[in-house]
């Protein structure tokens, strides 16, 4: 079995951070943040603009967001977009677009700028059906939207098939202040944390990273992260008992203190997911799959637990 390698350009990040932290260090701490933009999870390369209170995106970096082919007329700054069984037309200058024929009113116009077509973030939601959430804090948009078997699979009543598909869900940040940095470890894999028999919301833990995300109408919403120290020994009572001991941490914990865990512990190395149901006392259940990621039937790196 054949596992694709994540590539994680860490070390070059670490070099970075050391050349250019004493400039950030001697930064005002009023500097304007610009604003950026996240498709389905991969980030705006185009400009994102405010203007007049409307946040504006580049038509090209929505791409991620379906096989929808865009089509451009000069002659009369119109774009077509179609796909997903929709056809949306827009026009820079014009306060309205054509979705499957009708007529529908937008915020503020599209513009160009810079050669590229810009549009309001809530024609966004309106052409392409997705979802928009703007982190004023972090000034970032993230528009997601997720495919329609991933929504299926989310609805799932096979716990293991439905947990696979909350864990590739798009995400949006709700965390007030910037995302920690993760140091160039290589855990080699991931580790799941799942409340037991459900599959609605979940910690991950990368690295010396833990996320807690929670899903609603198809996205995952990042609502906590925690900097792991590995060489510390937890707290008896530290709220995420099933965790290494945490150092710092952005957002609020949620209350796991009547959680039974169900923990996925995936190595692509080998292919292999172990898995055990735990609480603050015990620990159970434990065993381990060997995937087969050419499978017909297989769903992802959390397997089901027989115990559970």
Known sequence: MKWTKRLKAMAAAVILTAVLSPAIAGSPASAAVKPSATINNVNASGDVLIKQGTTFVTLTDLKPLGNYVMKYDNSKKQVTIQGDNRTVILAAGNTSMEVNGVKKALPAAPLLHNGKTLIPLRAVAQA?????????????????????????????????????????????????????????????????????????????????????????????????????????????????????????EVGKQPDVKNWTVAKFVFRYPSGVTSYRLLDRGKEWGEGYVELDNHSPGYKGEIVTIPEE
Do not use: C, H
């Open 128 to 248: 392409f059906d997705a979802s928009v959430y703007w982190n004023g804090s972090l000034k970032t948009a993230y528009i997601n939207k997720a495919d329609a078997i991933m929504l299926a699979d989310l609805k799932s009543s096979d716990l293991a098939t439905a947990r696979n598909a909350a864990a590739k869900l798009p995400y949006s940040s709700q965390l007030q202040k910037p995302e920690l940095e993760m140091l160039p470890l290589e855990m080699q894999g991931v580790d799941y944390y799942f409340p037991k028999g459900k599959s609605n919301r979940f910690f991950l833990v990368d690295n010396d990273i833990a996320e807690y995300y929670e899903i609603q109408g198809g996205v995952k919403y990042l609502k906590w992260q925690g900097k792991l120290d590995y060489s510390a020994k937890a707290a008896a009572n530290q709220n995420l008992f099933f965790l290494p001991a945490i150092q710092a």
